[in-house]
């Protein structure tokens, strides 16, 4: 367990109180979400599937593994199955998001699933080989605390691989809102640096951090709004404007984003940051040594 002890944010600069994230505001609004999160959470696993496959470079055979902000458990049963004889514990803020993950579970291949707070984890010290983490860190308002929280579950060599979101993301509804008011509309996403920075101050070791940029396409503003309620992942900032957004507003915003030709579809920026690190000095060897890359295709709604 963790010590409870209650953490100051070291985010003044790039997480001012206007942004701050409340987790009970977190929790209900992925449980809210719970039911139409797979629908339409088409970037969210083909970042995951991205994510999976860097573990295809380490040698690494767990007996723990934790997957932290675990969600519908599409992540959990993927490692279930990579990682057999694992036991893989699915933990999430959000209890009806970890309802759903039942859904993934096979009589051959169960995994835990565990209601909980990255910031305080209910997981003994070293008790963990792999961190396991998609898309959760954008949601979190003291990422020093997070790490802190792995670095105390993982054993020596162990090691915590995620991808989270980076400033770049959703960079044309932000723009478009600065056009209409001054109020913060899309969360201020970590820079990849900062997050560097963080791992190693939680004393986790080697840390890798790289970038990809993604370009989704909608074909207009209301679908984008859609799926980003639809998906839990809508604007939780504390300096939010309160109540439903006039319809004014709303086509002062469609006309901001508007792309120069009325047939163009929207397009959509997602940055997306990986990083790894290691858990101590004791860490097994990469099959191919420094950064690891992985090349892929084109996917249907996404291009490079």
Not at 4 to 9: L, Q, S, T, V
Not at 207 to 230: G, K, N
Request: charged share 30%.
């Amino acid at each position: 367990m963790g010590d409870g002890r209650e953490r100051k944010a070291r985010y003044p600069s790039a997480m001012p109180d206007e942004y701050y994230l409340d987790p009970a505001r977190v929790r209900r609004s992925f449980d809210q979400a719970a039911k139409t999160y797979d629908a339409v959470a088409v970037v969210p696993a083909e970042i995951r599937n991205r994510l999976l496959e860097r573990l295809d470079f380490v040698k690494l055979q767990p007996k723990v593994v934790l997957d932290l902000g675990a969600g519908t458990g599409h992540a959990s049963k993927a490692l279930k199955h990579r990682y057999k004889s694992a036991d893989v514990i699915a933990i999430d803020l959000a209890p009806r998001m970890l309802a759903e993950a039942d859904r993934q579970q096979s009589w051959l291949r169960k995994f835990h699933r565990v209601a909980a707070d990255a910031h305080r984890l209910p997981v003994k010290d070293a008790s963990a080989q792999l961190v396991f983490s998609n898309l959760m860190l954008e949601w979190c308002h003291d990422p020093d605390a997070v790490f802190q929280e792995v670095r105390r579950v993982l054993q020596p060599g162990g090691l915590l691989t995620f991808a989270t979101l980076g400033p770049d993301t959703l960079r044309e509804l932000r723009e478009g809102w600065r056009k209409i008011d001054a109020y913060p509309h899309v969360h201020r996403f970590i820079d990849m640096h900062d997050l560097g920075d963080a791992l190693m101050r939680a004393g986790l070791a080697e840390p890798v951090m790289d970038t990809e940029r993604l370009t989704v396409t909608y074909p207009h503003l209301d679908a984008l709004l859609t799926e980003l309620v639809a998906s839990g992942s809508s604007n939780l900032a504390h300096g939010r404007t309160r109540g439903l957004t006039a319809k004014g507003r709303l086509e002062s915003l469609r006309q901001a984003v508007r792309p120069a030709s009325e047939q163009a579809a929207l397009p959509v920026s997602v940055e997306v940051v990986y990083g790894h690190a290691w858990a101590g000095e004791l860490r097994p060897r990469s099959r191919a040594g420094g950064e690891v890359r992985i090349p892929v295709s084109n996917v249907t709604r996404l291009k490079r």
